[in-house]
Structures are given as C-alpha cells and as structure tokens.
C-alpha cells in the first residue's frame, strides 16, 4: 500500500468561532459533563480515585495537545474529527478538554465532594448557558469577551442549580435561599474570571473556592 495523502484530511470549511454560537459544541459540554457525574455516582469510585483519573487524563491530554500542536499532520487529523466541537481558534492553540478535566479533578482534590460537584454543575451548565445568552442578546460590554447579559444569565443558572442541588441534599429553608443568591454571585464571578483563564479550570475551581468559604458563613452543606 502506497503512503496516505494527508492532504485529503484537511478541513475545508471553518471552524467555529468565539463569538459563533455553536450550539454543537454546547451540546457536548453538558452532555459530557453530566454523563461524567452519572458515570461516577454510578461507578461508586471514591471522590480521590475519580480525582486522580481525570488528572492522569489531563496530563496525558496536554501531551497530546503539545504533539498535535508541533505535528501538522496529527493536527489535520484532529481537527477532522473533532470539527463539530472545536474552535477556530484552537487550531494552533491548546483546547479546552485538558483544561476541562483539571478543573474538575482539582475541584475535587481540593473541596469537600458536595461543594466540588455543584461547582462542576456550574461548569456544566453555566458556561455554555451563559455563552448562548451574551452571543445572543450580549449588547452590554462588561469585558472584552463578557456582557451583562451573560453574567446574568451565568448568575440564574448558579442560582437555580444550587436551589435544586440543595432541595435535594438539604431541603428547603432560609439558608438555602440565602447559600443561593450568594452562590449565584460566585457563579457568575467565576464565568467572567474566564476572561483570562480558560473557562474549563477557573469555574470549578474559582467557584469551588467561593463556595467552601460561603459554606463557613452560611452552613449548607
């Protein structure tokens, strides 16, 4: 068999941009998150041992990406099949999928489990959702990169994800209200912390701290 051309592998047409609204890309960021948090409920791995996978998983993710990024031929092959969910920009750029597994790894290294998993439902839910809301109706610049549409919209989500998670675990009552609003704040502070890190890391991570330190002045969880 005579070598493969990979120039029969390059992409055409365009990626995805930032300001793009993607809903592909969307889709797979909740869709995958949440079958992660099924997936570990399921499996009955310790809170650690689930930590220390995904942080095997973003290494081995970031070497990836370092080869990608310096194999043009690997990177034509990459971008062919992972087209539907990425970016321009992450062409010739690291993606959000390492960056995505160490957040959540290290929001779970660092936080009690009930904490580190709603703030991974922050990262779940309010990123995409917030980004779908300020491409949309985002006229207000707060940043470059942020309206206050989307800071809203990152708020609300915060706020119901947390409403629901603590009916569930806590029931009703007045510092649940309160853990909420105050949750919602963080949420929507760690979406536009985003403006210079990359979402995937500083969401759990800048709303798992947030959360841990509310928990001391409103006892929640």
Request: positive net charge; hydrophobic residues 55%; aromatic residues 12%.
């Amino acid at each position: 068999m005579g070598q493969v051309n990979m120039s029969q592998f390059r992409i055409t047409s365009p990626l995805r941009l930032r300001t793009d609204l993607h809903l592909t890309r969307k889709i797979w960021h909740i869709s995958t998150g949440l079958a992660g948090l099924v997936a570990y409920k399921k499996s009955g791995i310790s809170v650690d041992n689930v930590a220390y996978i995904l942080l095997a998983f973003a290494v081995a993710a970031f070497l990836f990406e370092f080869l990608r990024l310096r194999n043009p031929k690997v990177n034509q092959v990459a971008m062919l099949l992972m087209k539907p969910v990425m970016r321009e920009s992450e062409r010739n750029s690291v993606s959000g999928l390492p960056f995505y597994a160490l957040g959540v790894s290290l929001a779970l290294f660092f936080f009690p489990e009930r904490i580190a998993i709603l703030a991974i439902l922050f990262l779940i839910f309010a990123d995409p959702i917030a980004s779908f809301f300020g491409i949309l109706y985002g006229r207000d610049k707060i940043l470059p990169n942020k309206s206050l549409q989307g800071t809203i919209a990152a708020f609300s989500v915060c706020y119901l994800a947390t409403i629901v998670y603590g009916l569930i675990y806590v029931g009703p009552s007045t510092h649940l209200l309160v853990f909420a609003i105050l949750a919602g704040i963080i949420g929507a502070i760690s979406e536009m912390c985003s403006q210079f890190v990359d979402d995937n890391l500083c969401i759990p991570v800048v709303s798992g701290l947030g959360l841990y330190l509310v928990n001391f002045i409103v006892p929640l969880f």
